[in-house]
């Protein structure tokens, strides 16, 4: 008799943990995935709904010629307050936080003509660029404005002199960048969007991008970013529907606290993510093509997701499908 | 033959049309011909160039780093040069460069730089006994105007000055555009204390390189390629290309079977009285089904020694590269003559045997009445 009521309130305490389990694993996977446009024909995603982690961790950052330095991301303050949200910051800032400390050398200025922050000299040497990857990933030859580039935690940054004509390359597709946004009054209209598929090609030329604050947690939501664009492409009826999923991490990178295109459909063509396949992303100028190995990448890859990916306002956005 | 150049004479415009058709087919053919071999050629040079038989490369892309070590370019990733001791401890290795690389400002030039040790020597025959200073790429020289005993400046991260002990024939590879200097002063002027580009190793017994790249696999920060492995794929992704190539020069020697076929049938038409008046004095069926192929036969191998003539101009246009950044000159050889001859022989040959085929079955009366 003892025996049978023990069970018995075993097996509801079981019952209640079961449904706490799964009514929490459920609410999670609402929370995960996207799929657009949403009942009411809206293309964008409730920013509320997803928070990426802030950095906490000391971080370390790369300087040829002068070892590896660490930083404390408590006490680093964005230059970009119209870009980054509050305890967000940029490679470049790492780079301003340690000079203050008197870690580095650094002058920099702000360059109107190019929308960002450039390095004058750091250590008495002119010339730097960047590279950087998220725990797990490889080191790509980014494009991206220093300045634009948001830190996350487990994070590599390595800043090296770059070769002149490449450097050269960057400057110039960056100050075309800000060109094209003042030819346009201040919008960002991209002269070419292409979604490269399994088998098929979507190409919209000419595309309003209006910023959404997807990811208002991170970036201010006056920021247009390359997730932008499709929800763009969403709004124009070249795509008519896109499945979002929120990722803490993949694979073995972690705080990728991003969403990641798994699946659309738009031009009568339809693509969902099956075995690790999923949308990835370029951004950048036809003039940055061309450069020696390993400078081949012209553009911005994979690494910095599409939600975090700041746009100024570059000559194409690519998107394509890539399998592991 | 006299009335294949009579015939050949009153019609000028349409011969040379002919003439540029089939042309244009054999020049594409000659000018492919020649770069492939140029650029497959190219890729063995600088690959067999790098004398190794395993490269120990940085973790990442193997191919790109393989690349970038042929052109100089700064791998971004390193090995650290800690490593080396292992890699010459290994069994079957009987001999293990290291190799630093990247570009550097050589007397405010910038330049690639290979940075190594003596050990150098053992695979390339400089005619020096120590690499106790630079060894100039002809290229380099003549551009900067540096002959043996000039002292150079290479700076980047950091200043260092070098004498020109030896300034290296002219190669056509890649070594002409480098500039050799000992393995510290490239670690100093590129800021890579203890860590190296790649390690060119050689092996005591060729047959166990499979083995000893295994084993050298295994150490950590780095990956063993075997040369061939890269050739292979860069030869792989030039074919693909080729293939293409291939295909638009096939169709382009098909527009010249047909335009040839076109011609001669036109001509069969016009020539109808003259078909007649053959056929009247005694010429047979095979006579006339003759004249006609042996007209397109040298309306075709004229075209063909033209094409053969413009292909190769073309090639010399062409830029000398293997499309890696890799110096590739095109390799001209008698047999690709000789094949280009053939082909616009057999365009010839098959644009004439339906036009023939209708002039040889003429009724000579009907011919007649064209008169």
């Known amino acids: 008799m003892e025996l049978r009521r023990w069970t018995r309130a075993i097996r509801s305490v079981a019952a209640v943990l079961a449904a706490v389990v799964i009514g929490y694993l459920g609410r999670g996977g609402q929370a995960d995935e996207f799929l657009l446009p949403d009942a009411e024909g809206r293309w964008s ?33 964005t230059l970009r307050p119209d870009l980054f949200a509050e305890g967000h910051f940029s490679v470049f800032d790492v780079l301003v936080v340690l000079a203050e400390l008197g870690h580095l050398d650094l002058e920099y200025a702000w360059d109107e003509a190019s929308a960002t922050h450039g390095i004058v000299s750091l250590n008495g040497l002119s010339g730097w660029w960047y590279d950087a ?40 597709s960056f100050r075309e960048e800000v060109e094209r946004r003042n030819a346009n009054g201040g919008r960002v209209i991209l002269p070419e969007v292409t979604l490269h598929g399994p088998r098929w090609t979507l190409v919209a030329y000419d595309v309003i991008v209006e910023p959404t604050g997807t990811r208002s947690d991170v970036l201010r939501p006056e ?40 699946a659309l459909q738009g031009g009568g063509y339809e693509t969902s993510a099956t075995k690790g396949c999923m949308f ?33 306002s570059p000559e194409y956005v690519r998107w394509t499908w890539l399998c592991p | 033959m006299w009335i294949v150049f009579t015939n050949a004479r009153k019609r000028k415009a349409r011969l040379v049309m002919t003439v540029a058709g089939i042309a244009i087919g054999v020049a594409t053919l000659f000018a492919l011909l020649a770069s492939s071999a140029g650029i497959q050629r190219g890729l063995e040079r600088e690959i067999g160039g790098l004398g190794a038989h395993i490269l120990l490369l940085p973790v990442g892309c193997p191919y790109t780093l393989t690349l970038a070590l042929m052109q100089g370019a700064d791998t971004l990733d390193y090995i650290p040069q800690d490593r080396l001791t292992d890699v010459r401890a290994a069994h079957n290795v009987r001999l293990a460069v290291p190799v630093v690389v990247g570009r550097v400002r050589v007397d405010d030039e910038m330049t690639p730089i290979y940075g190594t040790t003596d050990e150098i020597l053992q695979l390339k025959r400089w005619g020096i006994a120590h690499l106790d200073g630079a060894v100039v790429g002809s290229d380099v020289a003549s551009r900067l105007g540096l ?10 991260y950091a200043q260092h000055e070098v004498d020109v002990i030896r300034i290296l024939p002219r190669t056509g590879g890649r070594d002409d555009t480098f500039v050799f200097v000992p393995l510290e002063v490239a670690q100093n002027v590129l800021a890579l204390t203890d860590e190296l580009s790649a390690v060119l ?4 017994n060729v047959e166990r390189v499979a083995q000893t790249r295994q084993t050298l696999g295994r150490l950590a920060n ?14 792989g992704l030039f074919g693909s290309m080729a293939s293409t190539l291939m295909l638009i020069t096939g169709v382009a020697i098909v527009v010249g079977v047909l335009t040839t076929m076109n011609t001669m049938t036109m001509a069969v038409y016009e020539r109808k009285a003259e078909i007649g008046l053959l056929r009247a004095v005694g010429a047979t069926r095979g006579d ?70 209708m002039a040889a079955r003429m009724e000579p009366i009907k011919a007649l009445r064209a008169l």
């Not at chain 1, 709904?49 to 680093?76: C, H, K, M, Y």
């Not at chain 2, 002959?147 to 980047?156: E, N, Q």
């Open chain 1, 45 to 77: 995603v409730p920013s509320v709904l997803v928070v990426g982690r802030v950095p906490a961790n000391q971080g370390t950052v790369e300087i040829r010629g002068a070892g590896v330095l660490s930083f404390d991301p408590a006490g680093v303050r």
């Open chain 1, 133 to 172: 990857r998220y725990e797990g990933g490889q080191f790509e030859r980014t494009v991206v404005r220093m300045d634009h580039y948001p830190v996350k935690d487990g994070m590599s940054i390595r800043v090296y002199l770059e070769q002149p004509d490449r450097l050269a390359a960057i400057r110039r």
């Open chain 1, 223 to 262: 920021v247009v970013t390359v997730l932008d664009v499709l929800l763009a492409l969403g709004r124009d009826g070249v795509l008519s529907s896109l499945k979002l999923v929120w990722h803490d991490r993949l694979d073995d990178a972690d705080h990728v606290d991003s969403f990641m295109v798994h």
């Open chain 1, 280 to 312: 990835a992303h370029q951004a950048g100028s036809r003039g940055l093509e061309g450069f020696i190995v390993p400078h081949s990448h012209e553009s911005s890859h994979v690494h910095l997701s599409a939600d975090l990916h700041a746009l100024v």
């Open chain 2, 147 to 156: 002959t043996a005993g000039s002292r150079i400046t290479l700076s980047f």
């Open chain 2, 201 to 204: 190793v050689q092996t005591e």
């Open chain 2, 222 to 235: 780095l990956q063993a390629v075997p040369p061939s492995e890269v050739f292979d794929m860069l030869v």
């Open chain 2, 288 to 357: 006339v089904f003759r004249l006609f192929v042996v007209e397109s036969l040298w309306v075709s191998l004229v075209a063909g020694v033209l094409g053969v003539g413009v292909g190769y101009v073309v090639t010399q246009l062409l830029p000398r590269t293997t499309g890696f950044g890799l110096a590739a000159a095109p390799h001209f050889s008698p047999s690709y003559i000789g094949i280009c001859l053939l082909v616009a022989a057999g365009v010839g040959t098959v644009a004439a045997v339906y036009p023939a085929l």
